[in-house]
């Protein structure tokens, strides 16, 4: 069966072609049109700044300056937090503390590192905190500034820490160290000066377990001077710190009831605020080129009989001899406050000057031995006693002004005296009468 054909499909005949002309005017249309499309497109964009011609800008990427860092063993202690206090406000030093806990009271970014000196491998465990933290000056006042019935333990910390603490800081290559000492480390003789200085040499009796210590960490202080030249190594040797918030040997003595002195002696003693002290650690720590020994004393002296006075003590003289025993014997039986041997220095002198610490290190103390301890005994032991001791101060305050408006008078009119005391006018400016 034949299919019929749809005349919808049936094929258009094929268009004649166009010519060349209408083909170029066509494509002329098309590209006009594409043109115009184009320009009413960009102009519905908003119009752009003209271009500006391009600046170079140099970005500074180097680090802001590095503030030099200290290290403070013993942060936490006495001494320490105060040096801490005494730093942080200057905002020089970047300050970090090595010790068993945080310094208390101290600005937050203070930081502190764990440190155990008295723990087996101390020395490896010191090394690696200074070559993590890369100190500019290591600052040494980690030790115990009482006697202990615990030897052991005194020495490994008094002693030994500081051994550690040298030998990791030379093996780290720290350039700078401090270290706090005693002026005790001369020993209390009955040869000895007046006045000493830092050429005196160190003779405490070897008895003595608890100086020796620290005569014993002034020995590694030296080999480590000599190990390394290179190094700046200071040694600041305290006086006896006295103030109202100072629990201590030297104040339980004085505060006792009843204390022994020894028949015929009566030795004289210094006092040294631990704000002088604290000064004299900053202008240690910031002076770059400190180096070697220093006596940080207070002026002026005081006897042991007036010290007892002021503080309403009895003193029960005793032979020197039975003396000894009584001390020695107290201190077995736990109530009393120093070893047997320690007793040389409440027979015989043991007082430093300051000459040298004035001069190299620009330090001087605020407060004289006798302001030091008038302040303490009002705090401790000013209430409910009939001694007048603004009077007291107001008039040893007047005896030592004309006593040395006549040394200077003295020494103006006799240039070649003899000194009638060791040292000079510089020593006689120091007795507080």
């Not at 333990?153 to 780290?172: K, Q």
């Not at 007046?194 to 070897?206: C, G, I, M, Q």
């Not at 001077?225 to 109202?244: D, H, I, N, T």
């Not at 430093?352 to 004289?368: E, I, Q, S």
Request: aromatic share 8%; net charge positive.
């Amino acid at each position: 069966m034949a299919e019929t054909e749809n005349p919808e499909k049936k094929q258009k005949p094929d268009a004649a072609p166009a010519s060349p002309e209408k083909t170029a005017e066509k494509k002329a249309a098309e590209k006009k049109a594409a043109e115009k499309k184009a320009g009413t497109r960009h102009a519905a964009r908003p119009a752009q700044r003209a271009v500006q011609p391009h600046v170079a800008r140099v970005i500074d990427f180097a680090a802001a300056p590095r503030r030099p860092k200290v290290a403070i063993t013993g942060g936490a202690g006495f001494l320490g937090s105060r040096l801490i206090r005494a730093l942080a406000p200057k905002e020089q030093w970047e300050i970090v503390v090595f010790d068993l806990a945080p310094a208390p009271n101290v600005p937050g970014e203070v930081r502190h590192r764990f440190l155990d000196l008295n723990l087996p491998h101390a020395d490896g465990s010191v090394y690696k905190l200074l070559k993590e933290e890369k100190p500019d000056v290591i600052v040494h006042l980690a030790a115990l500034r009482s006697p202990s019935h615990d030897y052991t333990y005194i020495h490994e910390l008094n002693a030994l820490g500081a051994l550690h603490v040298m030998a990791a800081a030379g093996e780290a290559k720290i350039p700078r160290l401090v270290l706090g000492s005693t002026t005790m480390v001369y020993g209390a003789r009955g040869d000895n000066p007046n006045f000493l200085t830092e050429e005196h040499p160190t003779r405490a009796d070897a008895h003595d377990k608890f100086v020796m210590d620290f005569v014993e960490a002034e020995r590694h202080a030296r080999y480590h001077a000599k190990r390394y030249p290179e190094a700046k190594v200071a040694v600041l040797r305290f006086a006896q710190l006295l103030s109202p918030e100072i629990r201590d040997y030297k104040t339980r003595y004085f505060e006792a009831p009843a204390a022994v002195t020894m028949m015929g002696y009566d030795p004289l003693m210094q006092f040294l605020h631990p704000e002088d002290a604290t000064s004299a650690l900053v202008k240690a720590v910031e002076n770059p080129q400190t180096h070697g020994a220093f006596n940080i004393a207070p002026e002026g002296v005081l006897p042991l009989s007036t010290i007892l006075l002021l503080y309403g003590t009895l003193p029960i003289p005793v032979p020197h001899t039975v003396a000894y025993t009584l001390i020695e014997a107290g201190w077995l039986a736990g109530v009393g406050f120093a070893p047997g041997s320690h007793a040389h220095y409440i027979r015989y002198n043991c007082v430093a000057a300051n000459d040298k610490a004035r001069r190299v290190l620009a330090w001087t103390p605020a407060r004289t031995t006798l302001e030091t301890l008038l302040a303490t005994v009002k705090v401790r032991r000013g209430k409910g006693r009939n001694l007048n001791l603004d009077a007291i101060a107001e008039a040893v305050m007047r005896s030592s002004y004309y006593q040395q408006k006549r040394v200077n008078r003295m020494y103006a009119e006799e240039p070649q005296a003899p000194v009638p005391v060791s040292g000079g006018p510089a020593v006689l400016r120091r007795i507080a009468l």
